[in-house]
């Protein structure tokens, strides 16, 4: 027998022991993943107010800019489940490129889904589209001519009037509509849920987010393209 | 039916291999695709040269050495087939067909296609294995189990430890292998005493041995050649977290998946 021995390594605090392991760091994405997915449904839900007006919309924002202990909650949650979720990833993806050094010339995928094959260059093409929409509608840096301060509504009709901002926001829809869809099953598989009764339930309900939200997000530039919303 | 054959030559774990064409011209539909390569080993033989190195045993598709991957699918295009038991029916008059060894960090190549897969047996070590009581066998009767859980742990127990789990996956990663035992063991009576200090120890072990973390693709349980599924992944993960939760004074498990 070669290599390490059979017994593996020692690690004091059980907190370290499990982030410490390839299952453990699938279970911290899979977690994340579902509160980022509640925030994006709850994010989706709130931006279909453009199609009701300006007041509805710029309401809605004020109000929200009003509650600081909720939004700071929010904004902090959702900042830590982001950065647990992209060094899991991150980390993960370093290892198995590592685990294969020599590389097949020919390996023949049979069942892996295109969203399940693209889920690390979509999540990259996520994260640069979050920076960007931060940049963009929370603080104004990038395009600060389209951007009044509160003027929510307003705010997102000029922006979305250029095509480009649109067209890459558009884009970013469909790598999270392929993100959701194999993310949503995926997470159950990694926190043990593959009771029979779940068997279609999983992948049904990882189709109607990968559907539903995206398209929530989407019909904001498409309603302004349009002209029906300005 | 004649084969032209491309197979990965390397004459040593630390030499760099190549690819050598060979040519494979009174292959019968009934040999076994073993059977084909013996065909070409004693040709090369015959011809002074070094024959291909690969590794089998039982031929019969249930000790699981017969490690190679033919036309990009370990163990080659059939279904819950060992290469051994893959025939050369399934394959077309004047096909090219590729064999490659598994690879994987974890199985260095020793020569040609034959690899050490003994990564798998450490996973084992780790805790794959049950405490029972020498002395004469128990009644076998006496542990009463559910019909489910039999099932399930007979289907689990199919695994004859090939690595074609690891060898498909895009990942590299011995998920399937290590889910299929523990879940084996996991699911009867005999196993629990062990059950969350065994997953622990073999993660851990799977992680230090260099394996990749498992994404769902689902190509391990496609090429299975016992055709064991994703459902022990599952099952794998959430015996992990609760053992991670719960396990006492056992320090054994985890700490390089970076
Ligand atoms: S040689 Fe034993 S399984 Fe193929």
Not at chain 1, 47 to 70: C, I, Q, S, T, W
Not at chain 2, 79 to 85: G, K, L, N, P
Request: glycine share 10%.
């Amino acid at each position: 027998m070669t290599g390490a021995a059979p017994v593996a390594v020692v690690a004091e605090n059980w907190v370290a022991r499990f982030y410490g392991s390839t299952i453990g760091r699938k279970i911290v994405m899979a977690v994340t993943g579902i509160v980022l997915v509640g925030f994006i449904t709850i994010h989706m839900t709130g931006n279909l107010l453009v199609h009701r007006g300006a007041e509805a919309m710029n309401h809605y924002a004020a109000f929200l800019k009003g509650n600081a202990p909720l939004l700071w909650g929010t904004r902090i949650v959702v900042l830590l489940a982001t950065i647990l979720h992209i060094h899991s990833a991150l980390t993960l993806t370093r290892r198995a490129a590592t685990a294969r050094p020599d590389r097949y010339v020919r390996l023949a995928p049979q069942v892996a889904t295109w969203s399940s094959r693209l889920m690390r260059a979509g999540g990259v093409l996520l994260a640069v589209f979050l920076v960007f929409h931060i940049l963009h509608f929370t603080t104004g840096t990038v395009l600060p001519s389209q951007f009044v301060e509160g003027e929510v509504y307003q705010n997102v009709v000029r922006s979305f009037s250029i095509t480009w901002v649109a067209a890459f926001y558009l884009i970013s829809m469909l790598a999270l509509s392929m993100h959701l869809h194999h993310g949503v099953w995926s997470l159950f598989q990694t926190l043990g849920a593959n009771h029979p009764h779940l068997e279609g339930g999983r992948k049904r309900l990882a189709w109607l987010l990968s559907i539903a939200i995206p398209i929530g997000f989407a019909s904001v530039p498409l309603a302004i393209i349009a002209g029906m919303v300005r | 039916m004649r084969i032209t054959l491309k197979v990965w030559r390397q004459s040593g774990p630390h030499a760099t291999g190549r690819f050598e064409t060979y040519q494979a011209d009174q292959v019968s539909p009934d040999m076994s695709f073993l059977e084909m390569m013996d065909v070409v080993n004693e040709d090369l033989i015959g011809k002074g040269k070094e024959p291909i190195a690969f590794d089998h045993d039982c031929r019969e598709g249930i000790c699981g050495m017969c490690s190679m991957v033919i036309n990009g699918m370990p163990h080659g295009p059939h279904r819950a087939t060992t290469t051994c038991q893959l025939h050369m029916r399934s394959f077309k008059d004047g096909d090219r067909v590729t064999v490659e060894p598994f690879r994987a960090r974890a199985f260095p190549v020793l020569r040609d296609l034959a690899v050490d897969r003994s990564s798998l047996d450490r996973v084992m070590q780790a805790g794959g294995f049950i405490g029972v009581a020498t002395g004469n066998a128990p009644e076998a009767n006496a542990a009463p189990i559910a019909k489910d859980a039999v099932d399930r742990a007979m289907d689990a127990a199919q695994c004859i430890g090939c690595g074609a789990c690891v060898a498909a996956c895009p990942n590299a990663s011995a998920m399937l292998f290590t889910a299929a035992k523990v879940s084996h063991l996991g699911l009867l009576p005999q196993g629990q005493p062990e059950r969350y200090r065994r997953v622990l120890g073999m993660v851990g072990q799977m992680d230090i041995e260099g394996f990749g973390g498992c994404t769902n693709f689902g190509e391990c349980q496609e090429a299975c050649p016992k055709e064991i599924g994703v459902w022990t992944i599952a099952r794998l993960n959430g015996d992990f977290l609760k053992g991670s939760l719960t396990a006492r004074g056992d320090k054994r498990g985890g700490g390089d998946a970076a």
